[in-house]
């Protein structure tokens, strides 16, 4: 079976001269494999007439052309396309009463796609673009699963769905007005009061929607979705926005539904998140913005296992090349100080609007990369900024030693008029288009397809992506990274953990990285940063300390608990109050725990 899939937005046939018409061997020959579409004027493939040699793919100056061969059997699990030459999803996430269920995937694999199926918003027209089904045949399609049951409901609008949407920057474009308010017109359950207490909201209440910052709005919409009163629940990547600690109240908070047996699904990139707050997991797997496929459920440990080994052995599909694995054990604090210092900074004092924040001094070495870690409001870009000498300090002095550095800001607007190749060029100069800058930038952050996209027409993963090859582009003492990971997937969280390592070392440089994901900070670090105080209020900036000390400073002021997968090592939730949070606790180890105890107490 063979997908040929056509990326409209990047398609320019005025511009390209439609080399993939002309080099097409089946047009040479008088076969209309590929033909212009009258109405829109772009080129159509004919998945049936095509051979798959793949000219047309090479050909593209556009990077517009997918296509891909796949097994003959997947043709009986086609759920859902997007027209004709349009994306293609393979299966169905299992909804499951009074339980959560994950979904783990990279970004263009079909988890918002599938949301939007179970959620009522999108028909599935199981690939036939011409003549899509009605509801019986749809049902008749999935007779014997349980998605037979979960459509019959939704057909004879029996079942009430609520969704919480992936983007929710836009909440405020659709929904205007003082949020107390807003939240009591949606309190189907009376549990608003419950909620904003739950999720921090009570400082909230009395401001107006459009004045929200992205973690207070995501908090928001989550306390909205919650407040239906519906029989599933689906939320796409509730996390984003929000720190360590609003990360494990939100996972709390949504796992309270199960307890009233709602049906739960929830898409997520943060993989100590996903793995505290579902039940089951589903891997998406395919080429993303070409198709997806979905696993059959799986136990969480054992999907999140699945998933970064690359491999489903009940499907016998490899679908990474090679599996991802976490360092078990911090590198001690005293090998880094072996290493010459690049920037000693003495104590430095902020105040503005209320806030104020107390840096107690440090120093950062050569080829070393320091993780900041801390809740949000609590000064952690403030820090970064007066680094970067983009403000000034009001007492102590800034560091003296005149240092090339390069800014990554967190909140990134797209202000260039061009393209990303344009951009990029422009930063990196002539190292652009040479073998290593390919390999070292432009491959491992996916930007090849991008880089004929004008800045300003890009996604917030693109966007962030072009931003993070930006800063790396630059030649620096110092990288100053502020949240890197936000809206990228897992697989793309751990490339750019990858590519600001190799950056760091074969410069010769350092790097201070802000980041809320753990398993992406414990991924990138070599010692850490730990910001504490109050937020909004006051922030304590203490100096970097090792991965062991420093996670521990942590995790205790959050009274969380970590443990490590045997298998592959990352890092792991551990359930308040369980027999392993307590333990841990005790012998105040809250991330790594002695040598030989992982593997015993995962037994237990």
Known sequence: MRVAVLNKDRCKPKDCGLPCIKFCPMVRTGVAAIYIDEETGKPVISEKLCTGCGICVKKCPFAAISIVNLPEKLKEDLVHRYGENGFELFR????????????????????????????????????????????????????????????????????????????????????????????????????????SEKLGLGMVLDRKLSVLSGGELQKVAIAAVMARDADVYLFDEPSSYLDVKERIKVAKTIRSLI???????????????????????????????????????????????????????????????????????????????????????????KSYNGFKLIVEGGKIHYGEIIGILGPNGIGKTTFVKMLAGIIKPDEGTPPQRELKISYKPQYITPDYDGTVGMLLRQIAKDKFGTSLYKSQIIQPLQLQH????????????????????????????????DEPSAFLDVEQRLAVAKTIRRVVESKGAAAFVVEHDIVAQDFIADSLMIFTGQPGKQGIALPPMGLREGMNTFLKEMQITFRRDPQTGRPRVNKEGSRLDRYQKSINEYYYLPIGEVTEEEKE
């Open 92 to 195: 169905l996430p299992v909804p499951k009463i009074g339980k959560i269920t994950g979904l783990i995937g990279p970004n263009g694999a079909g988890k918002t796609t599938a949301l939007r199926i179970l959620s009522g918003e999108i028909k599935p027209n199981l690939g036939r673009i011409d003549k899509p089904p009605e509801w019986d045949e749809i049902i008749t399609y999935f007779r014997g699963s349980e998605l037979q049951l979960y459509f019959e409901r939704m057909a004879n609008k029996k079942l009430r769905v609520v969704h919480k949407p992936q983007n929710i920057t836009k909440l405020p474009k659709v929904a205007k007005g003082v949020v107390g308010e807003l939240l009591k017109k949606v309190d189907e359950r009376g549990i608003i009061d419950e909620l």
């Open 259 to 349: 307890r009233e047996n709602k049906t739960v699904i929830v898409v997520e990139h943060d993989l100590a998140m996903l793995d505290y707050l579902s039940d089951f997991v589903c891997v998406f797997y395919g080429e993303p913005g070409v198709y997806g496929v979905v696993s059959h459920p799986h136990g969480v440990r054992e999907g999140i296992n699945i998933y970064l080994d690359g491999f489903l052995p009940d499907e016998n599909i490899r679908f990474r090349d090679e599996p991802v694995r976490f360092k078990l054990h911090p590198v001690p604090i005293e090998k880094l100080g072996t290493e010459a210092v690049l920037l000693e900074f003495n104590k430095m004092v």
């Open 450 to 481: 991008l880089l004929d996209q004008n800045v300003p027409d890009l996604s917030g993963g693109e966007l962030q992506r072009v931003a993070i090859a930006v800063c790396l582009s630059r030649d620096a003492d110092l990288y100053l990274l």
